[in-house]
């Protein structure tokens, strides 16, 4: 059986609620060389982004979107990531990736949330099969 | 007096403290009901009709008495009215489908409101694109409440078929039926009614409504999930071809065609959720023996104070309209934070709290809100867990603060 | 070695020394079964998918932990080809609205058998009816096998359906099921196979089949009504629109329409038989238990005993194959004894009997019979209770001498 | 909980094996003046009545068919209880009349068949509806 998350428990950690209420990156570029948007249809969640590439590396990068924290902090914490990095490199980040830099456990009905970031770089970026991800 | 201790003491879910607060999605089910399901599963599991030994008769009996409970319970005319179908979403596409296809004719028009449910949606939406109809959504006032002046003048466009829900599970807003039934048969339009969030919590007597079509599901009313009623006007569905095919709908089968069963068989192909049908028998008496005004009584009375309770609470918006004028079910917003961040800090309490779309996405993309949080309440709510509530939202604001 | 008595202590029905042969209708469900389908009513009653609490992330896991089971059960290639229906017959129902009315066309052929079960006989008629479709039946020899130089001869015109049962419920014939779907996948039909009697049976692997659907019932078994297996090649589900419309199975509803769910929930429409699926992922855990070649080496034992008995029966006619080629069902007839009359004598003996046309009226007609009594088998069959049987129909002939 | 009829119970009893085996006014008549047939798809039984009216009255009347012990038998004794009596008398046989000439308890699954030739004359000599009867 599941248990519900003990009231004790980080799940809303400082820096997740910090990420949400002062996302990085937030925004969107004038002319960007990929914008994709994705939408988690079953909460409303909406996260898109748009890139910069200068010579295969991410120049720069802005999100955008509106949602629960979970996926507003992960959009934020995958931006910081990406800013600067090949885009070959960026190619590589995975769900493990994504979840471990959260840093909290995440219910199976939350981790969509927490993926959807995930998701607009894989299918705007490299046009992977949106289901392929999740 | 409705004595709600002694109604908890009849779901053993409750034993471990839990607060639910979803029973507009589905509702908690009491032992006298699962006891049903397990004296068939041990004493007289068999499949119905045409058996020749004692447990099936037996097993047969049972499932047909629930549709006699049923039928008292909506007050409809004959038990050939009473559909088991899986659910509300089963019963409304039969109709789409049996109906529907034969029915509804290039250019005809079909009203539903942004109220609706998907499932009181999308199968209409098919049916307009498969045979050509339009369709029309009758909107809603700024309290969440149907624009009857708008839904009179789509009335005089002579609608083929009109649909609407009973109450919306997404607000609790109660629509007044009875008025909107009578204008529609008026205007000459076949009419459904979905009564997803309506038979649960209030008498309901389709003769006195009027309407052609009463869709409900049992999951909603203390049954267990897999059946649900499709009521229908007698004369509609002898007129109706059959929807599902197969055992048990036919009177003969030939290499050269078929014959069907009278009603209300011709729509109950295949084995049927035996089990769940009995369960659900139990599920009306377990109703019945509280009484449907009393069950009214009490959730309009924790309905009263959770409206009262989260009125109070700064930064929270409440959607729909005023108690008065709705039933068990409360939506609301907090500035700052995502419904679901709420039900996650909630669920930490043992709340069960739903948010999201609710099924009713042109009613959010109306409201211009992504999703919302719900509460909302049945025969065992007690205003202690609206105070946990109150005390979740609270530590939510305190973790967003 | 496998013990028959130790799997009967799991089924409390027996506790009143009930002999119970009528599997191939509904089958017994075991304490494993309504066990976790309690668990479920007591523990986490919720309702399942975009629930944001800890009992509905239990009810969602549970459920979807059973469409892994089935598709493992069945070596299907994915989750996603694992469709819940509410048995064979919606399974069936669902691919002719859905595959058949965009993928049939005037003057197609649909070649079934003479042999099938209603279900999948006349849902196919309604779809001919609408889309002006022949429909062609292979006939059975007079051992009760189908004619497989026919089957060849239809195939040869390019039939753009085929469809027939794994296994005969009425006369217990097996199917060559291997060869037939090969040759029909080979003359371009789409195949489906009804596995209502084949599934619960034997070891069914759909990926070493190559059909195109598999269709079963969870009732049949072990596991509770209302929960059944569409099993659809992704490819066409993919290409399919949906069956049912409503909640759960949509994407996106606007007022200017609707997008749909991925796989498998574009065909899973409104509440789902939740507890009913639980329920069924328990009876897969209990076959895979057992050993699907267990359960098949023990049904065949008794039915060939069961054979030897009523062959020595005098005045006796059993209909079908010889028991290498047949599984759990014996059909028979009695000289000056009509079925009915039988099983009503039995009855009076505990032993439950099937007595009719079994939902193979076309079978029947081909047979010259208004009906036949027949016995069908399962895990838990003893052969003293087949003893029983050859007593009651002396018993009968004793009666009607 | 119903439960199975007892061993020692009258179920078959000899007079309507009797009527089963021998059935009395069993064939067809020459030019009826009524004829008509049911059956009960649910079981396959089958019962056909032709009658011979004169004066009002059931002056001769006969019965064909196939199925069980009960709807034979039934029908059997329905035609001995018509012969010779007016229609209008025949009008108001009832259920209950029939279920009480069989003198045996009936389990609902079996009471269609006990029925049927009550159908086949409720429908062939009035034209009524035959679900009405049931
Ligand atoms: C061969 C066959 N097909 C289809 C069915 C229909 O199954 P269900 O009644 O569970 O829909 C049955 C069950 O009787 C069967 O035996
Ligand atoms: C108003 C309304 N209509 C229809 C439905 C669909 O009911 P079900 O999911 O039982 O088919 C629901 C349930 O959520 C509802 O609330």
Redesign the pocket.
């Known amino acids: 059986m599941s248990t519900p998350p003990s009231a004790d428990d980080q799940f809303y950690r400082e820096y997740i609620l910090d990420h949400y209420k002062n996302p990085r990156n937030y925004g969107r570029l004038d002319h960007p060389d990929i914008s994709h948007e994705e939408d988690n249809p079953l909460c409303g969640d909406v996260v898109g982004m748009d890139f910069r590439i200068k010579d295969g590396v991410i120049d720069d990068i802005r999100f955008h979107g509106r949602g629960c924290a979970i996926s507003q902090a992960s959009a934020s914490l995958l931006t910081e990531r990406l800013k600067g990095i090949p885009l070959d490199d960026a190619k590589r980040i995975n769900k493990d990736d994504v979840l471990g830099e959260l840093g909290i456990e995440i219910s199976p009905a939350r981790i969509k949330c927490a993926l959807l970031p995930l998701k607009v770089l894989k299918v705007g970026a490299y046009g992977l099969a949106a289901e392929d991800e999740e | 007096m409705y004595d709600v201790k002694a109604v908890r003491r009849d779901f053993p879910i409750f034993d471990n403290g839990l607060a639910y607060l979803d029973s507009a999605n589905t509702s908690q089910r009491p032992r006298q009901v699962t006891g049903a399901m397990m004296e068939y599963f041990e004493k007289f599991n068999s499949n119905i009709h045409r058996a020749a030994y004692h447990i099936a008769e037996e097993a047969t009996d049972r499932y047909e008495a629930t549709r006699e409970k049923i039928r008292a319970f909506i007050n409809a005319a004959s038990t050939k009215e009473i559909i088991y179908t899986r659910g509300t979403t089963e019963a409304i596409n039969l109709v789409a489908y049996s109906w529907g296809r034969a029915n509804v004719k290039p250019g005809d028009l079909i009203v539903l409101t942004i109220l609706d449910h998907h499932s009181n949606i999308v199968p209409w939406q098919i049916l307009a694109t498969a045979n050509g109809a339009n369709i029309e959504y009758v909107d809603i006032d700024d309290r969440g409440e149907l624009r009857q002046d708008q839904f009179r003048e789509l009335l005089e466009k002579q609608p083929k078929l009109v649909s609407f829900s009973h109450v919306s599970n997404a607000l609790g807003t109660i629509n007044p039926v009875h008025e909107m039934v009578a204008a529609a048969k008026a205007a000459g339009a076949t009419v459904l009614v979905d009564g997803a969030q309506g038979a649960p919590h209030q008498r309901v007597d389709v003769r006195d409504l009027g309407c052609d079509f009463y869709a409900f599901s049992g999951h909603k009313m203390l049954g267990p999930t897999g059946a649900g009623i499709l009521y229908g006007r007698r004369e509609l569905l002898e007129a109706m071809d059959p929807f599902l095919a197969?055992?048990?709908m036919i009177k003969t089968v030939r290499v050269e065609g078929t014959t069907y069963h009278d009603l209300p068989w011709k729509f109950e192909?295949?084995?049927q959720a035996i089990a769940e049908v009995i369960g659900l028998g139990a599920a009306v008496d377990y109703l019945d023996g509280l009484g449907m005004d009393n069950v009214l009584a009490h959730e309009r009375e924790v309905t009263d104070y959770a409206y009262e309770t989260l009125s109070d609470i700064e930064g929270l918006t409440l959607f729909g309209p005023p108690p008065s004028r709705r039933a068990g079910v409360i939506s609301f917003a907090l500035d700052g934070i995502h419904p679901h961040d709420l039900a996650t800090i909630a669920d930490r309490d043992q709340v069960c709290l739903r948010a999201g779309h609710h099924c009713a996405m042109p009613l959010m993309t109306r409201l211009g809100v992504p999703a919302t949080a719900r509460a909302s309440f049945y025969v065992y709510t007690l205003k202690d867990e609206v105070d946990r509530l109150a005390g979740s939202i609270k530590e939510a604001q305190r973790i967003f603060k």
């Open positions: 197969g055992g048990d192909a295949g084995t």
